[in-house]
């Protein structure tokens, strides 16, 4: 008995000295136990519309954002086909900071120009969810200055891209002309040329050639000597890819001469770049055109009564699921810094950061009394915004800095109220 004593106390020995030698680690649940901010007691009110899901329905929200409603969207219990669907729309800074919604993707990209919504279908006490059969079809007004958004889902501080019916763009080249070599005089292949050099770029030249003009035709001639002349664009319009792809024209390699009875001879030729789009499948929506035909004030206030009218102004985005949906443009940060503000560990402060140039709204990832923000954009202007109950208190802090201060010490917490912190949110910014 003795003898198994003495090993069990060596034992013990022996694990606490290996443990005295063992680095100590950050707790990622050391903030278990404390109470986290109750967002219900400064989030904004959810509007909510009654809806007969057996007929097609328009929904107007605030903020120039609507939604259709196909019949028999929701999947819905017993003969009663009413239903009550609630939206929540964040389109402000002060708005975003009255939520736990983070302008960031879940890979890291900043999310500029975010239009938040919050969808939710009940009967009763039931939640409904759309049928697969459907889509919810959401309106976002459009904004000159950015003209490009994409749509995402998912948790609001870890958006993900999701697809979506929408306009596409496609362009191709076709060549004409009585020059049939499929080799320059140096017997390198003319089409790998062409496919490398006379090629619109989809990110940026496909659109401005749809906007200023759909085809474009560029002349030119192969003189005697195999040499490209007389290079030029029918179309007037001055566009940079034209620019582009005349200054690459001066660049042609040296053809082999056009033979006409075995005899060097001018030949013309033609380039012509075409961009068109590819119709999303709600323009051919019987149900859904023949909706926005009818007399909704909203509509008629912008004289839109055709789908036409109504891609010119707003972005429109199917969606199958309801919760969290953003509608926004990805950005990266040139040169990102991360910045830590350090906060008292004995409450959970929610601490939220305001680009000031971008109004991009972050919530910042605690670990211990150390709240992070990653992949900031260096040494631009921002406002940090942090509130919490302390002692069954609400408390509130707001300071001004820079995103490449790099450390933050603990922020000044003062008093206040949920509706003080409402107001104080709304002056945001």
Not at 12 to 38: E, I
Request: with cysteine; proline share 5%.
């Amino acid at each position: 008995m003795q003898h198994t004593f003495f090993i069990i106390l060596a034992a013990s020995l022996l694990v606490l000295s290996c443990g005295d030698h063992k680095p100590p680690k950050l707790d990622p649940d050391s903030n278990r136990g404390l109470k986290p901010f109750a967002y219900a007691s400064i989030d904004i009110e959810p509007t909510k519309f009654t809806i007969d899901n057996s007929r097609d329905t328009l929904v107007f929200g605030a903020n120039d954002f609507f939604i259709y409603v196909p019949a028999k969207a929701f999947i819905a219990r017993g003969s009663n086909t009413m239903v009550d669907l609630y939206l929540k729309e964040y389109h402000s800074p002060s708005a975003a900071l009255a939520q736990s919604i983070s302008n960031a993707s879940l890979d890291h990209h900043l999310l500029a120009a975010s239009k938040v919504i919050y969808l939710e279908a009940k009967q009763g006490i039931n939640t409904l969810s759309i049928s697969p059969k459907h889509d919810l079809r959401i309106h976002f007004k459009k904004d000159k200055n950015t003209p490009e958004i994409g749509l995402w889902s998912g948790h609001p501080q870890a958006w993900t891209p999701i697809k979506f019916d929408q306009p596409r763009l496609f362009n191709h080249r076709l060549k004409t002309g009585q020059y049939k070599e499929a080799q320059f005089a140096d017997g390198s292949s003319i089409e790998l040329w062409e496919d490398k050099n006379l090629t619109i770029r989809k990110e940026k030249e496909e659109q401005e050639l749809w906007d200023n003009e759909q085809h474009l035709h560029l002349d030119y001639t192969i003189n005697k000597l195999g040499k490209i002349e007389n290079v030029a664009f029918e179309e007037k319009v001055n566009t940079n890819f034209q620019k582009r792809i005349l200054k690459v024209m001066k660049n042609y390699p040296i053809c082999k001469p056009f033979l006409v009875n075995g005899q060097p001879t001018v030949v013309s030729g033609q380039y012509i770049f075409h961009v068109h789009q590819a119709e999303p499948h709600y323009k051919k929506d019987i149900h859904y055109i023949n909706i926005l035909g009818k007399k909704y004030p909203k509509l008629q206030a912008q004289k839109i009564s055709h789908i036409d009218q109504l891609e010119f102004k707003y972005h429109i985005f199917n969606i199958s699921k309801l919760g969290w949906i953003a509608a926004a443009k990805a950005i990266d940060s040139p040169d990102p810094v991360n910045l830590v503000v350090k906060v008292e560990p004995t409450f959970l402060a929610e601490v939220k950061l305001m680009l000031q140039k971008s109004k991009i709204i972050l919530t910042g990832k605690r670990e211990g009394n150390q709240v992070s923000f990653s992949d900031l954009p260096k040494n631009e202007a921002i406002q940090i915004i942090a509130f919490g109950e302390k002692d069954k208190q609400p408390v509130l802090a707001s300071t001004k800095a820079n995103s490449s201060d790099g450390v933050i010490e603990q922020l000044q917490f003062s008093s206040s109220s949920y509706q003080a912190i409402k107001d104080a949110l709304k002056k945001v910014k």
